[in-house]
């Protein structure tokens, strides 16, 4: 019938950073609806499924999500393969967690690009922006980080407080459709 001519994509997104920034809870807050101050850290890769209707098309969302490996600061290209976009998350809290996240950028572009060649797309989570009050005097010099080193945004989120995780999501997917 016609819903199997219903067009569907599927992408798998990488959510990588330092240790305790936060990934876990952003994915189960935006997959599964939940918030927890203490998620165990399973060791190796798991990822979840996030279904959306876009229009009247279908995406599929596979969230990466790593667990023991941050400590290396580096994954295998066996992770990274096929990624059509990533998160690179902070805490903003914690300024050697932004320190990092270059690093996270050049592992990823080193191991990790399109069919076509070029660098795929990563959005900057400035995560726990519960914790501080006004950020937005870093706006101007965030955007200028982005462009600099090829984020293509950045977002303030909140896993705990559900903010923004909709938001940036969002804004990947349609890069994501734009480009495929
Ligand atoms: P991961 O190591 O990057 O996966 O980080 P986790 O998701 O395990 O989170 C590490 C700790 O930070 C946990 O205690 C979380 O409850 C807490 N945490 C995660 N996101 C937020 C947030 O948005 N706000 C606050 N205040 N705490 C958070
Ligand atoms: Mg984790």
Redesign the pocket.
């Known amino acids: 019938g016609m819903r199997s001519l219903q067009k569907e994509h599927l992408y798998k997104v990488l959510v990588i950073?330092?240790?305790?920034?936060?990934?876990?809870?952003?994915i189960r807050r935006y997959v599964h609806q939940t918030?927890?101050?203490?998620?165990r850290?399973t060791i190796g890769v798991d990822f979840a499924l996030k279904v959306l209707n876009w229009d009247s098309e279908t995406v599929r969302l596979q969230l990466w999500?790593i667990?023991g490996q941050?400590r290396f600061g580096n994954m295998t290209r066996v992770y990274y393969r096929e990624a059509m976009g990533a998160f690179i998350?902070f805490?903003v809290t914690r300024p050697t967690t932004f320190e990092a996240v270059l690093k996270w950028k050049e592992d990823l572009d080193s191991k990790a690009m399109l069919a076509n060649g070029s660098s795929i797309a990563t959005v900057l989570l400035a995560?726990?922006?519960?914790?501080i009050r006004d950020l937005t005097n870093n706006g101007l010099k965030m955007d200028q980080f982005c462009k600099d080193h090829g984020f293509i945004g950045w977002f303030e989120?909140?896993?705990?407080?559900n903010l923004n995780l909709k938001e940036a999501a969002n804004f990947l997917i349609k890069h994501m459709m734009a480009t495929e």
């Open positions: 950073g330092d240790l305790g920034v936060g990934k876990t809870s952003i918030y927890s101050t203490n998620y850290a999500d667990a941050e998350v805490d995560n726990k922006c519960d914790q989120t909140s896993a705990k407080d």
